[in-house]
Structure formats: structure tokens, C-alpha cells
């Protein structure tokens, strides 16, 4: 079983920058798309960034020109660059196959993910 092992997020004020990072338990990225989800209180997952197997990205225009997804495959580790935080990006961040593709017993696989939270 694939394991996704979200880690950087925290407390920052508004403008300020976190970089997240998800370390994979294997080489996933030969054969599938790599995204940074979130979910924030009372709304639905959504994804924001997302990186193809050739290193393309696409961002939601709600994070374009803040965050920059990037990937070290020989590290097996997906990131995720977010400047200029607001408010509203305070979300629990996860990292999947975009779209997500890793499967449990019970349903799709989502990892614990990481707390990223924005306020002054």
C-alpha cells in the first residue's frame, strides 16, 4: 500500500509563506499525476495545484501566482511553495494522484494531511 505523509503546515500571519512537503513510500510519479488538495472547515476537498508525469502544472485560479507545486522524484517527495497566504487558504492540505487513484478496503486513500492556518 502507497503511504502520502503530509508535513510543513502550521500558523502563519497574512503574506507570509509555508512550504509543505509529502513524502510518497514509493516511486509513484512514472505512472501517475501528483496534486496538493485542501479542505477547509464546512466546505468540500478541492484541488488547487497538480503536476504531471512530464512536470507540467495547473493551479486554481484562487492560488495562481501565490503557490508552486514541485516534485523531487528521486526523493519520492511532492511540495508545495505558498506565499502570500490569506486567510481564506486556512485549510488541512493533503497530497494524492491527481486524480486520486490509491484505493483502500473502505474507499479512496487520504492521508492525515497537514494543518495550514492563516490569521494575525
Known amino acids: 500500500q502507497v503511504q502520502l505523509v503530509e508535513s510543513g503546515g502550521g500558523l502563519v500571519q497574512p503574506g507570509g509563506s509555508l512550504r509543505l512537503s509529502c513524502a510518497a513510500s514509493?516511486?509513484?510519479?512514472?505512472?501517475?499525476?501528483m496534486g496538493w488538495y485542501r479542505q477547509a472547515p464546512g466546505k468540500q476537498r478541492e484541488l488547487v495545484a497538480s503536476?504531471?508525469?512530464?512536470?507540467?502544472?495547473n493551479y486554481a485560479d484562487s492560488v495562481k501566482g501565490r503557490f508552486t507545486i514541485s516534485r523531487d522524484a528521486a526523493k519520492n517527495t511532492v511540495y508545495l511553495q505558498m506565499n502570500s497566504l490569506k486567510p481564506e487558504d486556512t485549510a488541512v492540505y493533503y497530497c494524492?494522484?491527481?486524480?486520486?487513484?490509491?484505493?483502500?478496503?473502505?474507499?479512496?486513500?487520504w492521508g492525515q494531511g497537514t494543518q495550514v492556518t492563516v490569521s494575525s
Open positions: 494524492n494522484t491527481q486524480p486520486p487513484l490509491i484505493k483502500t478496503t473502505s474507499g479512496d486513500y
Open positions: 503536476i504531471t508525469r512530464g512536470g507540467y502544472t
Open positions: 514509493g516511486s509513484i510519479f512514472s505512472i501517475a499525476n
